[in-house]
């Protein structure tokens, strides 16, 4: 394949030899076409780093359902294990990730290392999944799991109604992403506030374990009951246990998403990381104790909602706490999804993968209103249908596909440009270890869902014509340019964005400088 199109128009590159958009042609003074004098601001401190990584990662699931590593896992000991080495291999990941994210400071975590070091379609798929899926329906399932539990007190003795459910679902993402289109500050004060919250909440489950032990209710942590099976050990199951586990940790890499904002990326970004794996390592590991100290394993799986059975048992009047720390920690959930979603979906569009309106930000606030807004809407859209679990199951086993060739495009970067300048150097031995782990767990999602896992490929593949239609194509129509160019401004005017000025070359340090717009040379 040839070179492909140039830069589309919209990308982080020198803009001096390229031609005006549209939108510049129709008359927008300082457009996404030039030098706006308006970029992202570096706002995002360490603990507010460590704040989107933690809240992110901790949403609804450690407070819901444990039960699907235990009920796979076959016994409590081996649970634990499992919480405890997929910490670890999380931890792998994530220092590989520290690696890659110091090396191609861009925002757009996974998608910009794929693009940049496989090339466009690779890096295009990595998107459309994302836009298409992967996104919109977290943020629809989260969203709904805090409207969920904030009705439930309203309707104790049935459902709340699905209409109330969704419309307070929907109220949650509209006030968020105002937060967001406001002010990168707010946004990052609610993700520390909610993230101090949820790791309160998860503190004292945590302390009424220890409590519990210190009373001797310790059965199913002693050696001889913890390894007691409720079903015989399969090597498939424990595997699921895994992916079960992987799922829960899921959001460690969404720091990475926003590497542009950071102050001092090169000391922050693998800073944040060090201290915050660790610290939910920790606190999953120690809740899923605390948990079996006053439930037994049978108990625990008959739960819909273990940290709210566990309240029931253990506080008594002030059960209540639970309900609500899930959905405050829900709410956090929600505002940092949003924040980082909204920046890969920014970073798309900067690199002429999705329409350049999307990489606009606002003239005065510097946050990126159109992007924030796209995933507002389509998570809207994801509300309205009624699959949005199922969805979900078909497009895991696709996000975590790419977990694992972002880790392989590490070690094909150091085979291709072992000069390159690396401000952290991480041993190869870790991204093959992650790639073991990850082959292992992928080999038996395959052979336990073959449909499911087809049909999220078969997802995924739809974005190849997307990507020579949209992106390789560069010479459509002139009426087409001239419609978009015309939509632009519009939106430009209507949300008061502009294109913004790029003073540092992100792309400095890229390894496929020359790809420009997504071609394979």
Not at 71 to 90: H, K, L, M, P, Y
Not at 140 to 168: D, W
Not at 265 to 275: D, E, G, S, V
Not at 461 to 477: D, I, R, S
Request: hydrophobic content about 45%; charged content about 10%.
């Amino acid at each position: 394949m040839s070179e492909g199109p140039k830069k589309r128009r919209g990308s982080s590159s020198s803009r001096g030899d390229q031609p005006e958009s549209p939108a510049s042609q129709s008359g927008v003074g300082k457009d996404a076409g030039g030098s706006s004098g308006v970029a992202l601001k570096k706002q995002i401190g360490l603990v507010s780093a460590c704040g989107i990584i933690v809240g992110n990662i901790i949403g609804s699931g450690i407070f819901v359902s444990p039960k699907g590593v235990l009920e796979n896992a076959s016994s409590v000991g081996v649970a634990i294990i499992v919480w405890v080495a997929t910490g670890v291999i999380t931890a792998i990941g994530a220092l590989c990730y520290a690696e890659l994210g110091v090396t191609i400071p861009k925002s757009g975590g996974d998608y910009s290392y794929v693009k940049d070091i496989f090339g466009g379609l690779a890096g295009f798929l990595r998107l459309w999944i994302a836009v298409l899926v992967i996104y919109p329906t977290n943020q629809a399932v989260i969203a709904l799991t805090f409207s969920n539990y904030v009705l439930q007190p309203l309707f104790p003795s049935c459902l709340p109604p699905e209409t109330g459910l969704r419309l307070l679902a929907a109220v949650c993402l509209l006030l968020l992403t105002w937060v967001n289109c406001y002010s990168v500050r707010w946004a990052t004060c609610v993700q520390d506030v909610f993230t101090t919250g949820k790791l309160l909440a998860l503190g004292l489950i945590i302390i009424m374990g220890v409590v519990q032990i210190c009373k001797g209710h310790y059965y199913w942590l002693e050696p001889v009951h913890a390894f007691e099976t409720f079903r015989d050990y399969d090597v498939g199951l424990i595997a699921l246990s895994f992916l079960q586990g992987s799922f829960a940790y899921g959001g460690w890499n969404f720091l990475n998403y926003v590497t542009e904002e950071l102050v001092d990326p090169y000391r922050n970004l693998p800073l944040a990381i060090f201290i915050s794996i660790p610290v939910v390592t920790f606190v999953y590991v120690f809740a899923n104790v605390a948990y079996v100290t006053a439930m037994s394993p049978q108990e625990l799986l008959a739960s819909n909602a273990v940290a709210v059975t566990f309240g029931e048992k253990l506080l008594g009047v002030m059960s209540w706490i639970m309900p609500i720390s899930v959905a405050l920690s829900t709410f956090g959930g929600v505002n940092g999804s949003l924040f980082t979603s909204s920046r890969l979906f920014f970073a798309g569009a900067r690199e002429g993968h999705l329409p350049r309106l999307l990489a606009m930000i606002h003239v005065t606030r510097c946050t990126p209103i159109p992007a924030l807004l796209f995933t507002l809407i389509s998570t809207l859209l994801m509300l309205c249908t009624s699959d949005i679990y199922t969805l979900i199951n078909y497009v895991g086993f696709i996000n975590y596909l790419f977990y694992g060739v972002t880790v392989a495009g590490q070690i094909v970067l150091r085979i291709k440009q072992p000069d390159m300048y690396r401000p952290i150097k991480v041993s190869l031995i870790w991204p093959v270890i992650y790639l073991l782990f990850w082959a292992f767990l992928l080999v038996f999602s395959l052979y336990s869902e073959p449909l499911v896992c087809g049909i999220g490929l078969a997802i995924m593949m739809t974005g190849v014509p997307a990507y020579f239609l949209g992106v390789y194509w560069e010479n459509k129509p002139p009426c087409f340019d001239i419609a978009i160019g015309k939509m632009t401004h519009l939106c430009q005017k209507l949300c008061s964005v502009v294109y913004p000025d790029i003073t540092e070359n992100p792309e400095a340090n890229s390894p496929q400088k020359k790809d420009e717009g997504g071609g394979e040379n």
